[in-house]
């Protein structure tokens, strides 16, 4: 169950406890008396503070995707102003991507964990996955998109969209850190260790992009 701190209000204990639970037992697999209950407070403050269920899933998708969204395009910015030109490659674009997601599971912060592990269960649903990806993260995908158009000026945008997918794909199951890979391999290569995953994803993804865009 989710670690409560003093520090944290009350909140912010519902919110820690209904990311974890969400993230281990998907959103219907969830009851608003067990996140309660994790959290340490009433169900009636839970449904003071968020509403319905839907409400505090939002919550809690909304709370790290602002952070993320800003550390993104933070680093964007960056990566074009260092870039000759304005133009950064393939690789350097897609690294922009990658480096906040290391950075901020790198952090103190253990909800991270359960947040991108979330953001997997949700990008790969047919329920949530279109809806709720488009309302937190299309904005700053598009940012990326459009780096990526000006790095391929060949390409065709149909494979632009097609090769993001991809990434996206490849990094949902990276940040999921199920295990699989620990197992298959025997233990030579494990999920968590996500700084050398997304270093292998950077080349392997660009090599994709270029691949799939030339004319």
């Given at each position: ?12 204990l519902?919110l ?6 969400f993230a ?5 697999g969830?009851?608003?008396?067990t ?49 000759p ?37 949700v ?29 391929l ?7 632009l969209?097609w ?24 233990g ?9 995953g ?10 994709g ?7």
């Amino acid at each position: 169950m989710p670690r409560k701190s003093a520090k944290k209000s009350r909140k912010e204990l519902i919110l820690d406890a209904a990311e974890e639970l969400f993230a281990e037992h998907g959103f219907d697999g969830v009851k608003l008396r067990t996140i309660s209950g994790a959290a340490g407070v009433d169900v009636a403050l839970v449904n003071y503070h968020f509403g319905p269920k839907r409400d505090l899933f939002d919550a809690v998708l909304n709370r790290r995707a602002e952070v993320l969204n800003q550390v993104r395009s933070d680093a964007l910015d960056v990566c074009i102003a260092d870039a000759p030109n304005g133009a950064p490659s393939v690789e350097e674009i897609i690294h922009a991507y990658l480096a906040p997601m290391g950075i901020v599971q790198g952090s103190a912060d253990e909800g991270w964990r359960h947040y991108f592990a979330l953001v997997a269960y949700v990008n790969n649903s047919p329920e949530f996955g279109r809806d709720v990806m488009s309302q937190y993260f299309n904005p700053i995908v598009t940012r990326f998109i459009d780096a990526l158009r000006n790095a391929l000026p060949q390409a065709d945008d149909e494979a632009l969209y097609w090769g993001y997918h991809y990434l996206s794909g490849a990094l949902t199951l990276t940040m999921a850190d199920t295990g699989r890979l620990d197992t298959l391999s025997n233990g030579l290569a494990k999920s968590s260790d996500v700084e050398k995953g997304y270093a292998h994803m950077i080349p392997f993804i660009a090599a994709g992009f270029r691949a799939i865009c030339a004319r």
